[in-house]
């Protein structure tokens, strides 16, 4: 790397820290201001409160990276044109291209970095504030757990472990329900083929029921149908439904093939699953997007100028993609399409600009 290159590869590092700390400090003071009047209602010590928040920085980054990113290129390229220094290296026989390398190198740099963080970080630091949220501060002891696409639940004497859940119909697939006494030994077997909410109740299908504490074994009994006393919600399920997007691409993908497997439309999943991939690489594309934009502005523009396009750039991908991802998780669009149509969109966008930059 070329003395140029670290020249730009500073300046750009330094305002894309300084813009990322500025957008997780606004993130954290609203998400404090909403949140702490709850948490102080249920009794959360200070430490649990800390924990939350600490554990909630790398979904901070996740959102507020991407428009990190466009706004300290477009502030990067201003500051140089504001000191007439890219008229300087455009005299010198630097071409567009090569001026443009050291931030697209960073740009894919911190796309991976993002994926990464996606992947690894984010799940695990989500599943340790809902941890903390709901049994250190709302002191719940019942609780949903999702582990290999499986799903358990205790309430009490009772644990029901379910293959899978559909948001869409409210069905929950494979199930097996077992009551265990104070010293949890089993005391009976319930296994179903669905259980369905309605009517505010579980209503289990094709139940076979073992209880095992008659004095000459078990005696299977079926039943077509029976209603399952439980204490879960739709609500506490659908958390999968709600927050997939801080869970791993492996997880997502898992679970859309056991939706496919058990005849239910995975659209929505899979939509997710190749967001989660594509999310992270529109932080390249807003650089590519923002050089050429930065470029035709004037010398007089700015860091206003650098702001103001930042907020309309990073609006006009946010509602495109918001629109593209909407049609993917209806199943108008594949997923595939719907999760990378508008890094493509900005990308030939960010193309055509350079292109048609002058000099």
């Known amino acids: 790397m070329g003395i140029l290159d670290r020249y730009i590869a500073r300046i750009w590092v330094r305002l894309l820290l300084l813009c990322l700390s500025g957008f997780v400090g606004i993130y954290l003071v609203i998400d404090f201001i909403e949140k702490i009047p709850r948490f102080l209602r249920d009794g959360g010590a200070a430490a649990d409160i800390l924990q939350y928040f600490i554990w ?80 250190r501060i709302k002191k719940k002891g019942d609780r949903v ?50 259980a369905v909410f309605q009517d505010g109740r579980w209503l289990l299908h094709s139940t076979v029921m073992k209880n095992f504490l008659t004095p000459a074994g078990y005696t299977p009994k079926t039943s077509p149908t029976m209603v399952l006393d439980l204490n879960l919600k739709v609500e506490d399920l659908q958390v999968l439904d709600i927050d997939a997007d801080n869970m791993s691409i492996r997880t997502l993908n898992e679970y859309a093939e056991n939706l496919k497997q058990g005849g239910y439309q995975a659209y929505r999943y899979l939509t997710l699953m190749h967001t989660k991939i594509a999310s992270p690489f529109a932080a390249l ?60 969109l900005f990308m030939f966008g960010g193309i055509w600009l350079a292109m048609t930059a002058k000099g």
């Open 56 to 135: 909630k920085f790398p979904e901070m980054i996740s959102r507020t990276a991407t428009f990190s990113v466009l706004m300290a290129t477009l502030l990067t390229l201003g500051a140089l044109s504001r000191d007439s220094e890219i008229v300087a290296m455009r005299s010198s026989g630097i071409s567009l291209p090569r001026l443009s390398l050291p931030m697209l190198v960073l740009g894919f740099i911190t796309s991976i970095m993002l994926l990464i963080n996606a992947e690894l970080l984010l799940p695990h630091s989500y599943a340790r504030t809902e941890q903390i949220d709901r049994v």
């Open 285 to 344: 594309i807003m650089v590519l997007l923002g050089i050429p934009f930065a470029l035709r502005s004037s010398r007089s523009g700015g860091i206003a100028m650098g702001i103001g396009a930042s907020i309309g750039i990073g609006f006009a991908y946010f509602v495109v993609n918001a629109v593209l991802l909407s049609y993917g998780r209806s199943g108008v669009l594949t997923p595939v399409v719907a999760a990378w149509g508008a890094n493509i």
């Open 145 to 194: 757990t999702f582990k290999q696409n499986n799903i358990w639940f205790r309430s009490k004497s009772m644990i029901l472990q379910a293959r899978l859940f559909e948001p869409k119909t409210r069905t929950l697939s494979g199930v097996v329900v077992w009551s265990v006494d104070d010293a949890m030994n089993p005391v009976s077997r319930i296994d179903a083929d669905t």
